[in-house]
């Protein structure tokens, strides 16, 4: 059973940073595409940035220069470190996991495996 698990997320002023952590267990598939989503009511969850298992990683443009996915393969865990962080970025984060080698920031639909969210609360 795949189960992934989130930590890292608070509350920081206008400018500050943080990183995300992601916890993967149970994951045995050959490829995978990791990647982290956030969502603020009453809009949709929309990618952050994602990395593919050929290390392809890509961005959505808001965050492009100030987030870096990255991971550590030994400790199965995947991170965002966020950087600059403004008001905009307030939001649930979540990590998401498929085995798709196409690995891209796409659909939500496109994910599998799903963290169960943390929160990030910039404030100026």
């Known amino acids: 059973q795949v189960r992934l698990v989130e930590s890292g997320g608070g509350s920081v002023q206008a400018g500050g940073s943080l990183r995300l952590s992601c916890a993967v267990f149970?994951?045995?598939?050959?490829?995978?595409?990791e990647g982290w989503f956030r969502q603020v009511p009453g809009k949709e969850r929309e990618g952050v940035a994602a990395v593919g298992f050929d290390g392809t990683i890509s961005y959505a443009d808001s965050v492009k220069g100030r987030f870096t996915i990255s991971q550590d393969n030994a400790k199965n865990t995947l991170y965002l470190q966020m950087n600059s962080l403004n008001l905009e970025d307030t939001a649930m984060y979540y990590c998401?996991?498929?085995?798709?080698?196409?690995?891209?920031?796409?659909?939500?639909?496109?994910?599998?495996?799903w963290g169960q969210g943390t929160q990030v609360t910039v404030s100026s």
């Open positions: 998401a996991a498929d085995p798709s080698p196409d690995c891209y920031i796409k659909s939500p639909l496109g994910f599998r495996y």
């Open positions: 149970g994951y045995a598939y050959s490829s995978s595409c």
